[in-house]
């Protein structure tokens, strides 16, 4: 085989390496256009799905703090609670008022209060 005929081989060789290499390249392309549009379908969906799923969030949030209640139910809580401290002050209560300071001054501070004079002028 001469030195030209080698010469052509070669090229017919690199030329079948480079169709070759381009037909490669052109399946590349391909499959990347495509893996490319699945991922933006899969990110147009999650987009869609993640929205709808932070309007029912907002939505519920909104409802439950924006849900104020009567004035009965907020009223009702607070008489029961008046008549209930009303009712065990007149059922617990030991002693007269005096008696009762003087025992709370005494158990304070361990020593005796001075007297009080008991009132007289109730105006």
Same mark, same amino acid.
């Given at each position: *085989?001469?030195?030209?005929?080698? /010469?052509?081989?070669? /090229?017919? *060789?690199?030329?079948? @390496? %480079?169709? *070759? =290499?381009?037909? %490669?390249?052109?399946?590349?392309?391909?499959?990347?256009? &495509?893996?490319?549009? +699945?991922?933006?379908?899969?990110?147009?969906?999650?987009?869609?799905?993640?929205?709808?799923?932070?309007?029912?969030?907002v939505d519920t949030v909104s409802k439950?703090?924006?849900?104020?209640?009567?004035?009965?139910?907020? =009223?009702?809580?607070?008489?029961?609670?008046? @008549? &209930?401290? &009303? @009712?065990?002050? %007149? %059922?617990?209560?030991?002693?007269? @008022?005096?008696?009762? +300071?003087?025992?709370?001054?005494?158990? &304070?501070?361990?020593?005796?209060?001075?007297?009080?004079?008991?009132?007289?002028?109730?105006?």
């Amino acid at each position: *085989m001469g030195k030209k005929q080698k /010469i052509m081989t070669a /090229i017919a *060789m690199a030329a079948e @390496g %480079l169709e *070759m =290499a381009a037909q %490669l390249l052109s399946t590349v392309q391909n499959r990347s256009a &495509v893996a490319r549009k +699945r991922a933006e379908q899969v990110v147009s969906n999650l987009r869609e799905n993640t929205s709808d799923v932070a309007e029912q969030l907002v939505d519920t949030v909104s409802k439950r703090l924006h849900r104020k209640p009567s004035a009965m139910a907020r =009223a009702l809580p607070f008489a029961a609670g008046v @008549g &209930v401290g &009303v @009712g065990a002050a %007149l %059922l617990f209560a030991p002693m007269p @008022g005096a008696r009762m +300071r003087a025992n709370l001054y005494k158990s &304070v501070t361990g020593s005796h209060q001075p007297q009080e004079t008991p009132r007289t002028d109730w105006r």
